[in-house]
């Protein structure tokens, strides 16, 4: 996180959470210097001299939150998609600047960009970081790579076949991204893709992961809903899978135990975003019909994602804020949700 303020706090609250269960400090207090966290005081410590101290009376004091799946560059309405096509650079990019700084003021100090437009999303992770604008610290990826007509085609980062995807490998590690995206199955939000079937081949992908590690020991992330695009994903060694939704190549779903084993032995990262489905506890009144009808498919879904969680998976949380009704300030709520849809224990 970007500070302007460089002089000696102590935040003050009930309590403070280190991030690890049981690991609360009551009455506890945490000391900032220079932009900085410099120690968690518990009671009885001393106050570091000529502090300001700022008491938040009924609240609780957080590590910073990371968000490890966003689209900044989106506009999280209805018009998502559109917003997306036909938005000029500049929207894009002052969109991008008040998407940020959402996160940070729900909490984030670190996301993941998952895909925009050209290298936009560069710029943002450079603005922040050169102090130009406040925000999180942002890790971005460029455009996605995609097939021609793919999903998030749009983005403007088509290639197939091996040596068309390891070139542009090259050319986003010379822009400078800090980790490739790779759209391995189609997805909802791009008319004409199949979420159900996978896009590239596993000789596509890995010739994308070893490019990628070859140049800076960058990490790869795979947009997955279809089984065969995760089975593809985790044989080609890519490190993240996004959204994780075991599509099956017809119709519903078709869970893998022995894929979920295989992650686990690989060490292969699940990143689940469950932005949407904070929907789900929702009173039913406040959804819109589009959601009331994707609520009653996910029964299904998060119990796949449970047994994913369950089967020993190193999974990651994220909201995919950006795309239609997934809005950026409301990551705390999508943590929230995701501990209770999930059963995971805080
Ligand atoms: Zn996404």
Known sequence: MTTMTMKSIVLRAPRVWLGEIGSSVESGAVAISGGRVESVLRPGDPVPAGATVVDYPDCTILPGLVDAHVHLLFSALDTALADAIHDSDQTLILRGVANAQDELRCGVTTLRDCGGRGLLSLSLRDSVNAGIISGPRILAS?????????????????????????????????????????????????????????????????????????????????????????????????????????????????????????????????????????????????????????????????????????????????????????????????LEVMALLLEIPI
């Open 142 to 334: 460029g455009a996605p790579i995609t097939t021609t007509g793919g999903h998030l085609h749009f983005c403007d980062l088509e290639a197939d076949g091996v040596d068309e995807v390891v070139k542009t490998t090259r050319r986003l590690c010379k822009a400078g991204v800090d980790f490739i995206k790779v759209m391995a199955t189609g997805g909802g939000m791009t008319p004409g893709t199949n979420p159900r079937a996978p896009q590239y081949t596993t000789e596509e992908l890995t010739a994308i992961v070893s490019e990628a590690r070859r140049l800076g020991g960058r990490r790869v992330a795979a947009h997955c809903h279809a089984t065969e695009g995760i089975v593809r994903a985790v044989d080609a060694g890519i490190t993240t899978i996004e959204h994780c939704s075991w599509l099956h190549e017809k119709d519903g779903r078709d869970f893998r135990l022995e894929v979920v084993q295989r992650m686990v032995e690989r060490g292969t990262y699940v990143v689940l975003t469950m932005g949407s489905e904070r929907a789900a506890v929702k009173p039913e009144s406040e959804l819109t019909e589009a959601q009331r009808a994707a609520v009653k498919g996910w029964g299904e879904h998060l119990e796949l994602q449970r047994r994913t969680v369950r089967g020993g998976v190193r999974f990651v949380a994220a909201s995919d804020a950006g795309v239609a009704r997934t809005f950026f300030r409301e990551y705390p709520l999508t």
